[in-house]
């Protein structure tokens, strides 16, 4: 082994081509410093998580009663931005969302509308895929349940369930709230209400098959006892083991009163409740019930993440867990519960009319900044009150006066004097140039474990703290000022300044892909060596001499809109 005498902040592979072409030019012997372990992970491994494995992360399927709201938006954002870092990690990752068709509740919409369901299905379920599509979400498939490969999925199911005796035929009388399509005992209503405050109706006494739920009150609490993460965050847990430990009734899983919905295998008067079909669709979507091995199913199953609303938890941490206990089939590893957004305080209803309809955002606000206001605002797991203030304000903030604004102050500054190139005479490194690129270097650990135990707004917090951090490092160092005493100490700012933005461009990918890539096509990143693992490569690094272009604005400011007088 020979040592090299070219300087480390050259990237090795750029350094022999510069050298032909720099000889004039001064290279500083000076190295940054590089993390000494080798980071042979993709991203940090957790108790419910190895790092590694493919990873199937869903959406819960939105219901087409209704063309799509924020809280659509949300639960779709906050996989992209998961299932994005993953696949920038290295991961494989299945990535699945879609719509859930059937039920009373679509039923009745569509006779409303004057229309067959199939087809009002059709035309709602398009708008579901064109919210994704809008909002850049990066979805490997979309499941519809009246797909006939998903409707013989969940009749499988059935017969499994059936021949493992876990479904017998009896007759329910009760209550049942459409809104929610959920069954609710008389000791659960609230002023005869539902829990949720959606309206009950009493369903006579019908025949119906039962899933014996109660056999599972036992294996749910010692599975939740034995997997402690299997359900997050802690205080929605604590509530379904409540729920769980408050004794499980046998659950009604078919209705002869309606049709619209996946007839029972061997008795057509029967369609299945809306719940055992919808939450099959993680499965139905890996091709179940081909589960040989080297199948979708076999590479992909069990799921690594469900991402629901709070108010479906129960859903799938007590009915799908049994389902899949009774059928024999490996549970999924975590099933994270987020909160709800209001709107000014109140709860977001048609009938407040305070619906935020998430086309609006992006026109208004675009796709980045309401990417990037919705997973910052609030702490992921908690519920979120949303205002066009808010949301301006934050913008502002953190991305056109921290971000945007020190990108433009950057790039302007090596345009202007660095002969239009990345900067290459550079002196040794100072204790806060280093200290800044050692907490840049971090920044993948960091937002690493934040993204693998779901803390979304944590991972936003380190981004935004590098930001102010390099922001606090320029006011100080001034390369303005250094740009009329010494040129060499202003060349070496930039470019660690340069070097901390590929850092925070690469890793806002998943928050903000289209920004992100604008910022790293202005510093001169080429297009493959945006993964992170380039991050630590010291061939990646800023390359020197590198041409950059004339910086354009990245993130507009808003104007805060007067209050309108009455
Ligand atoms: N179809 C079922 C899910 C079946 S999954 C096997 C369903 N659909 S839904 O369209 O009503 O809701 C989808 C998601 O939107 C849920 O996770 C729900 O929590 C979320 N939200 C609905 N309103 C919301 C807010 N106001 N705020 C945040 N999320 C909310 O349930």
């Given at each position: 082994m020979h040592s090299r005498k070219v300087s480390p902040l050259l990237p090795p592979s750029a350094s022999l081509a510069q050298a032909a072409t720099t000889t004039h030019r001064k290279i500083a012997p000076v190295s940054l410093p590089s993390s000494s372990e080798s980071r042979l992970y993709s991203v940090p491994s957790t108790p419910f998580d190895d790092g590694k494995s493919p990873f199937e992360i869903t959406t819960p399927i939105y219901y087409v009663n209704d063309k799509p709201h924020i809280g659509h938006a949300y639960t779709?954002?906050?996989?992209?931005?998961?299932?994005?870092?993953?696949?920038?990690?290295?991961?494989?990752?299945?990535?699945?969302?879609?719509?859930?068709?059937?039920?009373?509740?679509?039923?009745?919409?569509?006779?409303?509308?004057?229309?067959?369901?199939?087809?009002?299905?059709?035309?709602?379920?398009?708008?579901?895929?064109?919210?994704?599509?809008?909002?850049n979400v990066s979805n490997d498939d979309f499941i519809r349940t009246t797909e006939s490969h998903h409707k013989e999925a969940v009749q499988h199911l059935w017969k499994t369930l059936m021949d493992k005796g876990a479904i017998y035929l009896g007759s329910y009388e009760g209550w049942y709230s459409v809104r929610d399509e959920c069954y609710y005992n008389e000791s659960e209503l609230v002023d005869g209400k539902a829990p949720t405050g959606a309206e009950v109706e009493w369903v006579k006494k019908e025949d119906s098959y039962?899933?014996?739920?109660?056999?599972?009150?036992?294996?749910?609490?010692?599975?939740?006892e034995s997997h402690?993460?299997?359900?997050?965050?802690?205080?929605?847990?604590?509530?379904?083991?409540?729920?769980?430990?408050?004794?499980l009734k046998d659950l009604s899983i078919s209705r002869t009163t309606f049709d619209w919905g996946v007839p029972v295998?061997?008795?057509?008067?029967?369609?299945?409740?809306?719940?055992?079909?919808?939450?099959?669709?993680?499965?139905?979507?890996?091709?179940?019930?081909?589960?040989?091995?080297?199948?979708?199913?076999?590479?992909?199953?069990?799921?690594?993440?469900?991402?629901?609303?709070?108010?479906i938890l129960r859903f799938h941490a007590v009915y799908w867990p049994a389902f899949l206990m009774a059928a024999g089939l490996p549970l999924p590893k975590r099933i994270f519960a987020h909160g709800w957004w209001t709107k000014d305080g109140e709860k977001i209803s048609k009938s407040l009319g305070n619906v935020i309809d998430p086309v609006d955002l992006v026109e208004t606000y675009g796709v980045d900044q309401t990417r990037f206001f919705l997973m910052a605002e609030v702490n992921f797991g908690s519920d979120g009150d949303f205002s066009n203030e808010k949301m301006i304000y934050k913008i502002n903030a953190n991305l056109s006066n921290e971000l945007g604004n020190l990108n433009q102050r950057i790039m302007t500054l090596v345009f202007k004097n660095c002969n239009k190139a990345v900067p290459v005479e550079m002196g040794e490194l100072t204790d806060e140039d280093k200290e800044i690129l050692a907490t840049a270097a971090s920044l993948r650990?960091?937002?690493?474990?934040?993204?693998?135990?779901?803390?979304?707004?944590?991972?936003?917090?380190?981004?935004?703290?590098?930001?102010?951090?390099?922001?606090?490092?320029?006011?100080?160092?001034?390369p303005w000022v250094l740009k009329k005493t010494d040129t060499e100490r202003m060349n070496t700012v930039l470019y660690v300044l340069m070097e901390v933005m590929r850092h925070v461009a690469i890793l806002y990918q998943p928050l903000m892909p289209t920004s992100s890539n604008v910022i790293l096509d202005q510093l001169g990143v080429p297009e493959n060596e945006r993964e992170f693992d380039h991050l630590e490569k010291e061939e990646c690094k800023i390359l020197p001499g590198r041409e950059v272009s004339k910086p354009k604005a990245v993130f507009p400011r808003f104007e805060v809109p007067e209050p309108v007088s009455a």
């Open positions: 779709s954002l906050a996989c992209d931005v998961i299932a994005r870092y993953m696949r920038h990690s290295g991961r494989d990752v299945f990535f699945l969302s879609g719509t859930d068709e059937h039920g009373q509740k679509v039923e009745t919409t569509a006779k409303n509308a004057g229309m067959d369901p199939q087809s009002f299905c059709d035309e709602v379920s398009q708008s579901f895929r064109d919210l994704l599509t809008l909002l039962f899933f014996k739920l109660s056999d599972y009150e036992d294996k749910l609490l010692e599975y939740y402690p993460d299997l359900l997050a965050p802690a205080s929605r847990k604590n509530e379904v083991v409540s729920f769980v430990k408050g004794g295998p061997g008795d057509d008067d029967h369609v299945m409740y809306v719940w055992i079909d919808a939450l099959t669709n993680y499965m139905s979507a890996l091709g179940y019930p081909n589960i040989e091995e080297g199948s979708k199913f076999d590479k992909y199953w069990p799921a690594s993440l469900h991402i629901v609303g709070k108010d650990e960091r937002t690493g474990t934040a993204i693998s135990t779901q803390s979304i707004h944590e991972y936003v917090q380190h981004m935004v703290s590098m930001v102010w951090d390099a922001n606090k490092y320029i006011d100080v160092q001034a």
